[in-house]
């Protein structure tokens, strides 16, 4: 179970009125690459894995969840006062049509979200060699999501979502390692 | 001693229609070449500065964008 902190992990701060920028941080809510992807993996992976580093994939996947409700504040926040005429004129017709200014989980070219983006092979070394990946794809997501950005504030909590993706990464370095590691059997030459 | 981004001349061919970027990098953060991290490594002085950073270790911190980005454009 779980316990909610009525708060986010980071402070998200957007200081310019830029619709636009939603439309590109839909790709870390609902893309392959996302926060939601990321948090479903892991907790679903963890179930098969050794109960060593268990614990470490529902702690991620839990912290990707707090990530997810960051993005998607960041998200209400460029739109919730945005006319019809500026989703416009931001691209993003297309998702007011269907959702007025909802959020959805869709990809940032509109593409619905889908299970096909997470794998469970049941190899442990397989399955942390993909959340390996993972975080290194929503690293480099992050970085071309900063690239397309100027709102320095937004990016301030982009950058800090970034630096969380090469942690995990680390971590998930770190269970392949304890998994490999064999100081604690008996050896037979 | 490890360096956090990496650099690299493509091929320009003399019939590309756009001015070339001559030299392109990418991102190469710390946890690359750490491997298990050990254990007592130093942490930021306060607790506002790691939550600022978004890890405790200055070791793992990974600036972005580049902050000595070279000239990409020209």
């Known amino acids: 179970m779980w316990y909610y902190e009525k708060k986010l992990q980071y402070p998200v701060k957007v200081s310019t009125c830029n619709p636009t920028l939603a439309k590109y941080l839909t790709e870390q809510y ?64 297309d998702h007011y049509v269907s959702h007025d200014n909802a959020l959805f989980y ?40 900063i690239d397309q950005s100027d709102d320095t504030d937004l990016n301030d909590s982009l950058k800090f979502l970034r630096e969380r993706e090469i942690v995990h990464s680390l971590r998930f370095r770190e269970a392949v390692e304890i998994l490999k590691d064999d100081r604690n059997t008996k050896k037979v030459f | 001693m490890y360096t956090q981004y990496k ?18 990098s990418y991102s190469t953060p710390p946890h690359l070449y750490i491997g298990f991290q050990p254990s007592g490594l130093p942490q930021f002085q306060t607790a506002k500065e790691a939550l600022k950073k978004g890890t405790l270790w200055p070791q793992l911190y990974s600036p972005y964008p580049n902050p000595q980005k070279r000239n990409e454009r020209s």
């Open chain 1, 106 to 145: 869709l990809n940032a070219a509109g593409v619905p979200f889908t299970a096909s983006y997470i794998q469970a092979k049941g190899d442990p070394i397989a399955d942390l060699y993909e959340d390996i990946a993972a975080e290194e794809k929503a690293r480099a997501t992050y970085q071309w999501i």
């Open chain 2, 7 to 24: 650099y690299w001349r493509p091929y320009i061919s003399p019939n590309d229609p756009c001015p070339p970027i001559e030299i392109k």
């Open chain 1, 30 to 93: 609902g893309g392959a690459d996302g926060e939601l992807a990321a948090a479903l993996r892991y907790m679903n992976q963890r179930y098969t894995i050794p109960d060593k580093v268990v614990g470490l994939l529902t702690d991620i996947a839990t912290e990707e969840l707090s990530h997810l409700e960051m993005i998607a504040t960041m998200i209400y926040k460029l739109t919730k006062d945005a006319t019809p005429e500026q989703i416009k004129e931001a691209g993003l017709a």
